[in-house]
């Protein structure tokens, strides 16, 4: 299967991009492109933070850059989470790899098409590239094998509010438009999933033993946010959205627990806007919402790949 990530690289989004890069261990899976879009930091800031985790990782595909901005409202970002740089300020934010010049929706179009039927698609940021493909190539989303998607808040405890997860909260409406292109084949990781277990901060101590190149990366990239998730956040460990994202579209096995579902995606201006609703009945099932999974295996995936 031909993969792309679409990504608004930050820390979460870097540590899943590594994770398909365990020499050997997913033949099945190849990563052909990485597409960015406006998210936890501006565009320019995802490219080249992109840039320098393909150098880490030494990987040539190429990445092509997308929206700057949501489909509708101004853009905001996340820097008060993943640091300005959105490497968490750890100084890792450079590269000389530069995005190709194909506009990313364009890139995740033609691709779409030339590998229809063996192409899926991890997004890991708001949903605007991918809105944007469907609205390109009515085809866009028939061509599509799987879309994970990392977004939504499916039992009310969102982190921009009470209704709302960051991905769908910048653009609800290329949410909305996603939901409503894709009839089946989506798999969603929400947020809550993400912390009914969190990585420990011990396992970063644990890959930082191992002494690598990557393992040097992570833990420089996490150490003033693990300060401030025990400190500020009083949390006991990491959540790992993304990468367990990443992890279900490397092993669906690891689902452990689902809720098949129509989602729509509320795109009012009042309380609920950005409101990810689960359908049971009204409307034809599209996603399978990943309630539970099994967590171990999907962080010694995330161990293994950040101490090669
Ligand atoms: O709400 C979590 C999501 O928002 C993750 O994708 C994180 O990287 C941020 O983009
Ligand atoms: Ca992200």
Redesign the pocket.
Known sequence: MNWIIDT?A?V??AIGIAMPFVPGRYPDFKLIAITTVA??VPLHKVNVNVGAVLELLQQPMPFYAGCDRPLVEPYVD?ADFHGDDGLGDGGLSHTVRQPEAEHAALALVRLAREYAGHFSVIA??PLTNIALACNLDREFAHNVSRLVI??GAWRGQG?QSSAA???FAIDPESAKVVFERFDARVELLP?ETSLDCMYSFERFDAVAKTGTARAHFLNQMVAKLNIKMREQFKLAGFPM??PLAVAVALDPTLIRGERVARVKVDVGHDAGRALSTLEFRRAHPNTRVVVDMDYERAFEMIDAAWSV
């Open positions: 608004d930050g979460d989004d998210g936890n996340a890991l940021g990392m977004g982190n997860e960051f991905n947020w959205p993304d």
